[in-house]
C-alpha cells in the first residue's frame, strides 16, 4: 500500500482510518475536504479541485481521504488501494453527533473540514444516496483485478481487515 484512497458516506470515519494507517505506514494524509473548501462558506471551482488533486496524485505515495465523486476517476487511476467504509445511516449520524459534541470541547479537526454548522454537516451524512453507492460499487467492479478493493461494513473490520 502505497498510495491508498479510503471513501465513505461522511461521518464513516476516513478522517480517522487515515491518521490509523498514515500512522502505521508512515504515509502523508491529504484530506479533500481541506482542498474544497477556501472557506465555511466557499468552495473551490470544479475545475480548480480537479487540477489540485490532480497534481498530488503524481505524488509517490499517499492516503487520500474524502467522498467527492467529480474526482473519483483521477484518484481510482492512481491508487493501488481503495477502502470503501461502507458504514450504515445510524452508524454515521451517530458519530458526526459525537464528533461535533466532542469539538465544543477540543476540535481538532477545523484544520481539514470549515466549522460547518451541525445540520449542514448532517445534511451531508443523510445526503449520501444510493447513486453514491452504486458509482463507488461500478468502480470496485471495474478495478477489481487492477487494485485492492476493501470494503468495511463497521469499525472492527477494517481494524481485522487492516491490522490496526
Known amino acids: 500500500m ?7 458516506r461522511s461521518g464513516s470515519g476516513k ?3 487515515a491518521k490509523q494507517l498514515a500512522k502505521k505506514l508512515n504515509l502523508k494524509v491529504i484530506h479533500l475536504d481541506q482542498l474544497f473548501w477556501k472557506s465555511e462558506k466557499e468552495w473551490r471551482e470544479a475545475a480548480e479541485f480537479r487540477k489540485l488533486v490532480g497534481n498530488l ?4 505515495s499517499w492516503i487520500i481521504e474524502g ?3 467529480d474526482v473519483f476517476d483521477l484518484i481510482f487511476s492512481k491508487a493501488d488501494t481503495i477502502i ?4 450504515s445511516l445510524l452508524r454515521c449520524l451517530y458519530y458526526e453527533l459525537k464528533r461535533r459534541l466532542s469539538s465544543c470541547f477540543a476540535d481538532d ?5 470549515p466549522n460547518i454548522s451541525f445540520f449542514k454537516a448532517l ?5 449520501f444516496s444510493k447513486h453514491d453507492k452504486q458509482k463507488v460499487k461500478k468502480a470496485a467492479e471495474s478495478l477489481q483485478n487492477q487494485k485492492d478493493f476493501i470494503i468495511c461494513k463497521s469499525p472492527q473490520e477494517f481494524k481485522r481487515k487492516l491490522h490496526l
Open 2 to 8: 502505497f498510495r491508498v484512497f479510503i471513501i465513505g
Open 15 to 17: 478522517t480517522t482510518l
Open 57 to 60: 496524485c503524481l505524488q509517490e
Open 67 to 69: 467522498h467527492y465523486s
Open 84 to 87: 470503501y467504509l461502507d458504514f
Open 109 to 113: 479537526r477545523k484544520e481539514i473540514r
Open 123 to 127: 445534511s451531508f451524512v443523510v445526503g
